[in-house]
């Protein structure tokens, strides 16, 4: 239960062989949408810095399903985007994600096509709900984890890495690993709560709650404070 077991954790990570159609963020550089070839670098500093302050406080683990392209693909963060990471939204603080590092940028904005993502990176309204309904709940948010089952991004070889696809069953089963990597560096006592069907069923016996994506925001703001609280 302490930052010095991250090394191993992150390299752990970056170890993992990718498939064509799957980016991994603290390994791979986009050569197309990353400002630079430090990118990975960047996001594997501020995931530590994230899980840094985490992992010795930790109550929960709430895991959702995958990495997506306006998320932790660019941030370096699971579940929360660009924007957020940046102190572009007005319902979370910077301080309550990375609360001593200064977050840096890893999108690269001339080769976003929105004007809004070029000034202020990109925005996954997923993370949008999971933070807002994180804050309202009577807990610090260093005693939360976001993570995702496979913690890599999927997506479509034919639309390009702007995508996101559902990732397959052996991807998600290849994910449970990190996922259980990550319950040993927690305290004991830890509880995994799914987020969505698909984490569910590559977790196995946990509480789950609804995703917020596809008109579930409803449900997941009212069944996970009933998990939690």
């Not at 070889?157 to 995508?163: A, T, W």
């Amino acid at each position: 239960m302490h930052e010095k077991h991250l090394p191993d954790f992150l390299k752990h990570l970056q170890e993992y062989k990718a498939a064509p159609d799957v980016f991994n963020p603290w390994k791979n550089h986009d050569k197309i949408y990353d400002v630079g070839i430090n990118a990975p670098a960047i996001r594997q500093r501020q995931l530590w810095d994230y899980l840094a302050c985490r992992i010795s406080r930790a109550k929960y683990i709430l895991c959702a399903e995958a990495v997506g392209y306006q998320g932790a693909k660019f941030s370096g963060v699971p579940l929360t985007s660009e924007r957020i990471l940046l102190g572009r939204s007005i319902e979370v603080a910077v301080s309550d994600i990375l609360p001593t590092a200064k977050p840096v940028r890893t999108s690269n904005p001339e080769a976003a096509s929105a004007k809004t993502v070029q000034q202020y990176g990109y925005a996954e309204p997923t993370a949008t709900i999971a933070w807002g309904l994180l804050k309202e709940l009577p807990l610090s948010p260093f005693e939360v984890i976001f993570w995702n089952i496979f913690p890599f991004h999927p997506f479509h070889k034919d639309k390009g890495r702007l995508s996101n696809r559902t990732p397959r069953t052996e991807e998600t089963g290849q994910g449970r690993k990190y996922l259980e990597h990550l319950v040993s560096l927690c305290p004991p006592g830890v509880k995994v709560i799914a987020i969505g069907e698909k984490a569910a069923e590559a977790i196995g016996d946990c509480p789950k709650v609804r995703h917020p994506a596809n008109g579930g925001a409803g449900m997941f703001r009212e069944q996970l404070p009933r998990i939690i609280l």
